[in-house]
Nanobody
Framework: HVQLVESGGGSVQTGGSLRLSCAAS????????MAWYRQAPGKDREGVAA???????TYKDSVKGRFTISKDSAKNTLYLEMNSLKPEDSAMYYC?????????????????????WGRGTQVTVS
């Protein structure tokens, strides 16, 4: 099955930047939608950004203009470039991947059925 490994998290000051990476291995050809989610202590997991198989992107309103999701298909790696970071961006960030599903648009929705998840990378903004 598909395996996802996140990296790139860390501690930064307000206004700083980080680039998260999600390296995918296994039968990645079956994945159609990839996304970043995050979860802060005591809060529900929320979608941050999604990248559709046709290249379309979706962002959570609060990160629009600051975060950019992208993919290097040759490296099977998903990225999340995060700029102008705020303390409220602090969370564990998870990479998710799923197969095409006619019932779901790729938009990192709350209950979107992602089949594969990484273990996460911590982002702390102070």
């Amino acid at each position: 099955h598909v395996q996802l490994v996140e990296s790139g998290g860390g501690s930064v000051q307000t206004g700083g930047s980080l680039r998260l990476s999600c390296a995918a291995s296994g039968p990645t050809y079956i994945t159609y939608c990839m996304a970043w989610y995050r979860q802060a202590p005591g809060k529900d997991r929320e979608g941050v950004a999604a990248l559709d198989g046709d290249g379309s992107t979706t962002y959570k309103d609060s990160v629009k203009g600051r975060f950019t999701i992208s993919k290097d298909s040759a490296k099977n790696t998903l990225y999340l470039e995060m700029n102008s970071l705020k303390p409220e961006d602090s969370a564990m960030y998870y990479c998710g991947a799923r197969m095409r599903d006619p019932l779901w648009r790729c938009r990192a929705a709350r209950d979107e059925p992602f089949q594969y998840w990484g273990r996460g990378t911590q982002v702390t903004v102070s």
